[in-house]
């Protein structure tokens, strides 16, 4: 069974940077897909970005696009999400979730990855 765990979620000005890290512990993921997910208070979680489980294929939502980026690194069982340019309305609890599907398949519905980390606040302060 593989754990997730986020880090480096915290208040920043918009504008600025920030820079999320997803680690598995447990048993490897680097077979995996990885995405990333946000979700604000009173809203539904909803779709940031994912990576396919050799790293060559990336998405992202619209409203992230060109200023986020995803990256793995296999040797370190880590997936990262680069924040940048953040804005107000970035502000949310971000996860990061593994699906087993070997595919190479980018789901970008959180109905498809098995498990998940806790996450990790991000605030935007404007």
């Known amino acids: 069974q593989v754990q997730l765990v986020e880090s480096g979620g915290g208040l920043v000005q918009a504008g600025g940077s920030l820079s999320l890290s997803c680690v598995a512990s447990?048993?490897?993921?680097?077979?995996?897909?990885v995405g990333w997910f946000r979700q604000a208070p009173g809203k539904e979680r909803e779709f940031v970005a994912a990576i396919t489980w050799d790293g060559r294929e990336t998405t992202y939502a619209d409203s992230v696009k060109a200023r986020f980026i995803i990256s793995r690194d296999s040797a370190r069982n880590t997936v990262n999400l680069q924040m940048n340019s953040l804005k107000p309305e970035d502000t949310a609890v971000y996860y990061c979730?593994?699906?087993?599907?070997?595919?190479?398949?980018?789901?970008?519905?959180?109905?498809?990855?098995?498990?998940w980390g806790r996450g990790t606040q991000v605030t935007v302060s404007s």
């Open positions: 979730a593994g699906e087993v599907d070997a595919s190479g398949y980018l789901y970008r519905s959180a109905r498809y990855y098995d498990y």
């Open positions: 447990g048993r490897s993921f680097n077979y995996h897909g």
